[in-house]
C-alpha cells in the first residue's frame, strides 16, 4: 500500500464520535497484519471526524499494518466529500530504536522511483546534486515512493508562488526554476541520490532486488549525538555507581521488558557464556507468556578485535549443518552458489546450528509480502521460487556451497571440529579494516591514546 500524493499543509483533522457501526476490533495479537493483496480480512478502521477546512463530518481511515523487512505502522488517510480536501499520514507504532539509520539511494531508473519509502516525522530527506533538504518534524510521515516524495516536496513549494510573486517576485522566480529542476528529478534524465536520514530509526527504503544485495542502496546504522537524542524527547542516562564486581558466569539474569509481537510484559533472560576456542558472549532469549512469542539474541561479551575475520566455509556433507555457529550484529553472510548475500544487521545476534541460519535466512527472503499476491512480479517470484529450492537441497545435503561469514568487528564464529587442529573444509582470514568499515563501527571518532594531551590547552 502506498500514498504518493502529495499532503496538503494545515490543521490535522478532529477526532469526532465513532460512526454508528464501527469495524468489529480483531484480536490484540493479529492487530498489525503483514501487508498483503490477499488477506480480505485486513479492511481500515473509519471513524467521522471534523473536517478543518470546511468544518463539515469528513472521515478517517485508519490501517494498522506491518512493513515487510521492517515493523509497524499505522496510516491515516482523511477525506472530505464536502469540499475535497484530503490528507494522509503514517506514524511509527513502535518504540524509538536504538539508532539511528541512514539510506542512501543512487536512483537511475524509472524503477528506482517506484521504491516503496516509509518516511516519519523525524527523518531529514536530502538531494545532495540540487542542494536540497527537507529538515526534520516540517513535514508528516508518509508511507509513498521516491517518486512520491518529489512530488510531494514540489506541491510544498508550489503552494504559496501565487502570494510569493505578489510580494517577492525574485524569491519566486528562483523557486519557479527549482521546480523545474525537482520536476527533471522524475523523468530522470540523469541519475541522482536521495538521502534519508532518522535519529528515530523507524524510517525505511524498499529493497527490490530481495534477496540479492541492493547496490543502489547503502543502509548505515549509527549512534544519536546529544543533539539528536534531545531532538527525539529522550533523555540521557544518569551515570550510575558502579557496584563491586560479580561472577556472572555460574547466574541467569532477568529482567523486565516488553514483547515485540504484543507488546505486552514479558521477561528476558541473560546469560554470559564462554564459547570454546573463541570469547565471551552474552545470550539474552525473550519468553512472551501471552502470545507465545520468543526471541534469542547474542551480544559480543568484549572489544572490537583489532582485525576483521573472514571465515569461509565449504560445506560438503549432511553433518556440517549441526555445526554451532555465532553470527554477531556486525557480520555479513554469504552464498556464492545462491548470489546471496545478507548485509550486516539483518536478523540480528545469533547463536545457532549452521542449519538453523540456513533456515532462518529462508524464512526471512521467501516470506516478503511484496512479492507476494497480484501486484508481485512474475520474474521476481520465480527468482525466489528457485531461490528457495537451491536452498533446500542444501539443506538435505544433495548441493555442496560455500557459506561465507564476513565480520569487520571478529566478533563471529563456526565451529572447528577438529580443534585444535585446523579444519581441512574452513578457512579462517583475518585482514585490516577499510576506512569505511570502521566509520560504520564508530570506531574513526574513538581516540584512546594522547587525549589528555589533545585537552591540555582548552584548560
Known amino acids: ?99 539511528g539509520v541512514r539510506y542512501a539511494l543512487t536512483v537511475r531508473t524509472q524503477e528506482d522511483m517506484n521504491r516503496e519509502v516509509v518516511k516519519t516525522d523525524s527523518a531529514t530527506t536530502s538531494i545532495p546534486e540540487l542542494d536540497f533538504e527537507i529538515p526534520a518534524f516540517t513535514q508528516k510521515g508518509a508511507l509513498t515512493t521516491v517518486e512520491g516524495l518529489i512530488s510531494r516536496a514540489i506541491s ?56 540479492q544485495k541492493d547496490h543502489a542502496l547503502v543502509i548505515t546504522h549509527y549512534n544519536r549525538t546529544v543533539q539528536q537524542e534531545e531532538m527525539l524527547g529522550l533523555q540521557a542516562e544518569a551515570p550510575e555507581e558502579k557496584p563491586e564486581e560479580e561472577d556472572l558466569r555460574n547466574e541467569v539474569l532477568q529482567f523486565n521488558t516488553n514483547c515485540p509481537e504484543c507488546n505486552a510484559p514479558a521477561q528476558t533472560n541473560m546469560k554470559l557464556v564462554q564459547i570454546p576456542h573463541f570469547k565471551e558472549v552474552i545470550i539474552m532469549a525473550t519468553n512472551c507468556d501471552s502470545c507465545g512469542h520468543r526471541t534469542n539474541e547474542v551480544k559480543s561479551g568484549g572489544a572490537v578485535e583489532p582485525l576483521g575475520t573472514r571465515i569461509t566455509f565449504h560445506i560438503t556433507h549432511p553433518s556440517d ?31 545457532t546450528t549452521l542449519e538453523g541460519l540456513l533456515k532462518d535466512i529462508r524464512e526471512l527472503v521467501t516470506k516478503n509480502p511484496f512479492t507476494l499476491g497480484d501486484s508481485s512480479n512474475p520474474g521476481q517470484m520465480e ?49 585490516k579494516r577499510t576506512f569505511d568499515q570502521n566509520e560504520e563501527l564508530g570506531l574513526n571518532d574513538m581516540k584512546t591514546e594522547g587525549y589528555e594531551t589533545g585537552l591540555a590547552p582548552q584548560r
Request: aromatic share 6%; charged share 25%; glycine share 6%.
Open 156 to 211: 510544498g513549494l508550489e503552494q504559496d508562488q501565487p502570494t510569493r510573486r505578489a510580494n517577492e517576485e525574485a524569491v519566486a522566480e528562483r523557486i519557479d526554476e527549482f521546480i523545474v529542476r525537482l520536476k527533471e528529478l522524475k523523468r530522470v534524465a540523469s541519475p541522482f541520490t536521495l538521502i534519508i536520514d532518522d535519529p528515530s530509526g523507524n524510517s525505511f527504503v524498499e529493497n527490490p532486488h530481495a534477496p
Open 1 to 99: 500500500m502506498a500514498a504518493s500524493g502529495a499532503v496538503e499543509p494545515g490543521a490535522a483533522a478532529a477526532t469526532a464520535a465513532p460512526s454508528p457501526a464501527p469495524a468489529q476490533a480483531p484480536a490484540p495479537e493479529h492487530l498489525f497484519r503483514p501487508i498483503s493483496a490477499e488477506d480480505e480480512e485486513q479492511q481500515p478502521t473509519e471513524i467521522e471526524s471534523l473536517c478543518m477546512n470546511c468544518y463539515h463530518n469528513g472521515t478517517t481511515r485508519l490501517l494498522l499494518t506491518k512493513v515487510p523487512f521492517f515493523r509497524e505502522i499505522i496510516v491515516s488517510s482523511f477525506s472530505c466529500e464536502h469540499c475535497g480536501w484530503n490528507n494522509t499520514e503514517i506514524h511509527s507504532a513502535g518504540r524509538i530504536q536504538d539508532q
Open 383 to 431: 527468482k525466489l521460487r528457485e531461490f528457495s529450492q537451491k536452498l533446500d537441497q542444501i539443506l538435505e545435503g544433495n548441493v555442496k556451497a560455500h557459506f561465507i561469514m564476513n565480520d569487520p568487528a571478529g566478533n563471529s564464529y563456526l565451529q572447528n571440529v577438529y580443534a585444535p587442529e585446523d579444519d581441512p573444509e574452513m578457512k579462517v582470514e583475518h585482514y
Open 321 to 351: 549443518l549441526t555445526r554451532d555457529v555465532l553470527k554477531s550484529e556486525t557480520c555479513s553472510v554469504e552464498i556464492p552458489e545462491l548470489e546471496f548475500e545478507l548485509g550486516m544487521a539483518v536478523l540480528g545476534g545469533k547463536f
